[in-house]
C-alpha cells in the first residue's frame, strides 16, 4: 500500500476515533447537566408539596384528632391540579394508596425503600417516556405518610437522541471534508519521497547526471539534498572508473603499437641477415639497426617498470637545500657542447624525495633538449613562491600544439612520433613525471608556444629556515 494511502488511512481512523468519542462525551456532558437540573426541579418540587400538604393539614378543621384518609385524598387532589402536569402518589403508614393521579404508573419499588429524613429518586422508563420519581415521608397530623412525585424528562432523553443523530451526520460531513484534506496533504508530504524513487531509478538507469528536486527545507529536504550529494559523488566516482578502464585501454593499445614497430624492425634485419649474405658494410648497419631497436625496447620496458614502481611508491620526503637539484644537473650537462644551459635558482629547503626530484628534473632538460636546435638555449629556474618553491625547464624549440598539452603527460603520447623515437623518445618520460609529482602532492603545469618553446614547472613544499640568505647563481 502507498505510504500516502497509509497517512490518509490513519489519520482518518484516528479522526473518526476523536469526532466518535468527543461527540459522545459532549452529548452526553450536555444531557447529564439537563438531567440533573431536572432531577433538581423534581426534588425541588418534591419539597415544596411536601411542606405544601403539611401546611394544609395543618388547615384542616379540627374536628379529628387523626387525618382521615379522605381529607388526604382531598388535599392530595388540590395538590395535583395546583401545577400543570403534575403527578403524585400517597400512601399511608402500610404503604396502602391514599390518592393516585391518573397516569402514576410507577412501581412501588422507590416507595418499599422510602424511610422517614430520606428522600429518594430514580429515572424510571415505565412506557416509552422518561420520568423523575421521587419519594418522601410526610407528617401530618400523627399520620406517616408517603408522598411520591413523577416529574416527565423525556425531552431530556429526546434531545440526547437528536444530539447523538446531529453530531453523527457532523461527524460524517467533517471526516469526509478532512478526509478530502489529508488526501492532498499526504500527496504533498510524499512528495519529496515519490522525487526521490524516481532520481533512485533513474541512477539504476545509468542516468548518473539525474538529480532531485529539493520541494521542502524539512528532514525530506535534507535527504533529497544528501542523496544529489551522494549521486554526485557516485557520478564522479564512476566517470573516474570510466576514465580509469579507457586510460588503460589506450595504454595497451598504445604499449602494443609501440613493441610492433622495433619488433618488425628487429625481425625484417634479422631475417635479411640469416637469409643473404650481405657485404660488411650492410651487414654492421643491419646488426646496428637491431641493436638500436633492442635498446629502444630496453629502455622503454625500465621506464615503464619505473612508471608501475612510481604508482605503487610511498615516497621518503626528507628536507633538501634545492641547490644539490641545480648542482646535478649543471654536473650532468656540463659537457654538452651542442646546447646552451643557464641555471638560476634562489636557495631554501624544499620537502622531497631527492634521486624522484632528480629524474623529473633530468627528463625535462632532456625533452627541452630534444625539443630545441642545436646551440638554442634551456634555462632552468628555481625560485620561492607563496605556494611553495618553483621548478621550472625553458625551452626556445618546437613549442607544443595546444591541443596536445593535455595529452602529452599520458604513456605513449609523442607529439611528432618520428621525431621522438629518432631521439630514442617513447613518450614515457612525462606519464613518469607526472606519478611522481602525484607522489609529492604535486602536478606539472605546461606553458607552450608554438614555434617560440616551451615552459614546464612544478612546485615542491617550502621548508622554512631562518636566516635564509637569498643567493643568485
Ligand atoms: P619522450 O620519451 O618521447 O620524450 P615524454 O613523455 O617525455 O616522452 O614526452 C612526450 C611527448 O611530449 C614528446 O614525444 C614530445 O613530443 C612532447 N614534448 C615533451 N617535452 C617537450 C618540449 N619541451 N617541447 C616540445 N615537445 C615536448
Redesign the pocket.
Known amino acids: 500500500m502507498k505510504i500516502s494511502y497509509k497517512i490518509l488511512l490513519c489519520s482518518i481512523m484516528i479522526m473518526a476515533a476523536a469526532f466518535g468519542f468527543g461527540g459522545y462525551f459532549f452529548v452526553n456532558f450536555v444531557f447529564e447537566t439537563s438531567l440533573e437540573r431536572e432531577i433538581g426541579q423534581a426534588m425541588d418540587e418534591s419539597s415544596i408539596l411536601r411542606f405544601a400538604f403539611e401546611t394544609a393539614a395543618l388547615n384542616v378543621p379540627s374536628k379529628y384528632v387523626v387525618l382521615q384518609d379522605n381529607t388526604i385524598g382531598e388535599i392530595g387532589s388540590k395538590l395535583e391540579n395546583s401545577g400543570e402536569g403534575r403527578m403524585l402518589r400517597i400512601s399511608d403508614e402500610s404503604r396502602g394508596v391514599l390518592y393516585v393521579s391518573e397516569g402514576f404508573a410507577a412501581g412501588t419499588d422507590l416507595l418499599q425503600g422510602i424511610e422517614a429524613q430520606t428522600r429518594l429518586y430514580q429515572v424510571i422508563h415505565p412506557d416509552d417516556r422518561y420520568y423523575v420519581q421521587t419519594g418522601t415521608v410526610l407528617n401530618a397530623m400523627d399520620r406517616l405518610l408517603y408522598l411520591e412525585t413523577m416529574k416527565d424528562v423525556t425531552g431530556v432523553f429526546e434531545e440526547r437522541r437528536q444530539g447523538f443523530s446531529v453530531y453523527r451526520r457532523v461527524t460524517l460531513i467533517m471526516l469526509g471534508c478532512s478526509s478530502v484534506a489529508m488526501l492532498f496533504i499526504s500527496f504533498w508530504i510524499t512528495r519529496p519521497i515519490r522525487i526521490l524513487t524516481k532520481a533512485a531509478r533513474k541512477m539504476t538507469e545509468g542516468d548518473y547526471s539525474y538529480r532531485a528536486e529539493q520541494v521542502s527545507r524539512d528532514e525530506m529536504g535534507q535527504l533529497t539534498c544528501d542523496f544529489n550529494t551522494m549521486s554526485g559523488a557516485l557520478e564522479t566516482n564512476i566517470r573516474e572508473l570510466e576514465n580509469e578502464v579507457r586510460a588503460r585501454e589506450d595504454f595497451i593499445a598504445a604499449f602494443s603499437h609501440e613493441l610492433k614497430t622495433p619488433l618488425t624492425a628487429i625481425i625484417g634485419y634479422a631475417d635479411l641477415l640469416r637469409s643473404r649474405k650481405l657485404d660488411e658494410e650492410k651487414q654492421f648497419l643491419s646488426s646496428n639497426y637491431i641493436y638500436t631497436e633492442g635498446k629502444r625496447l630496453e629502455a622503454m620496458s625500465l621506464?615503464l617498470l619505473d612508471i608501475i614502481v612510481a604508482k605503487r611508491y610511498e615516497i621518503d620526503a626528507q628536507r633538501t637545500e634545492v641547490g644539490l637539484f641545480f648542482d646535478y644537473l649543471r654536473d650532468m650537462y656540463v659537457e654538452r657542447e651542442d646546447m646552451k644551459f643557464s641555471c638560476e635558482y634562489q636557495g631554501g629547503f624544499v620537502r622531497a624525495e631527492v634521486d624522484l626530484i632528480k629524474t623529473v628534473l633530468l627528463?625535462?632538460v632532456?625533452?627541452?633538449c630534444?625539443?630545441s636546435e642545436p646551440g638554442q638555449l634551456v634555462e632552468i629556474f628555481g625560485e620561492r613562491r607563496e605556494q611553495g618553491y618553483l621548478f621550472s625547464?625553458r625551452?626556445y624549440?618546437?613549442?607544443?600544439p595546444e591541443e596536445?598539452r593535455r595529452k602529452?603527460?599520458e604513456?605513449f603520447?609523442?607529439?611528432?612520433?618520428s621525431?621522438?623515437?629518432s631521439?630514442?623518445?617513447?613518450?614515457?618520460?612525462?606519464?613518469?613525471?607526472t606519478e611522481i609529482l602525484k607522489l609529492h602532492g604535486s602536478e606539472l603545469s605546461i606553458e607552450?608556444t608554438l614555434g617560440e618553446?616551451?615552459s614546464?614547472s612544478f612546485l615542491l613544499p617550502y621548508e622554512e629556515e631562518n636566516n635564509l640568505e637569498e643567493e643568485g647563481h
Open positions: 621506464r627528463n625535462l632532456d625533452n627541452a630534444k625539443a625547464v625551452d624549440g618546437t613549442g607544443i596536445e602529452i603527460t604513456a603520447y609523442m607529439v611528432d612520433k621525431r621522438s623515437r631521439k630514442n623518445g617513447a613518450g614515457l618520460g612525462l606519464a613518469l613525471c607552450s618553446g616551451s614546464f
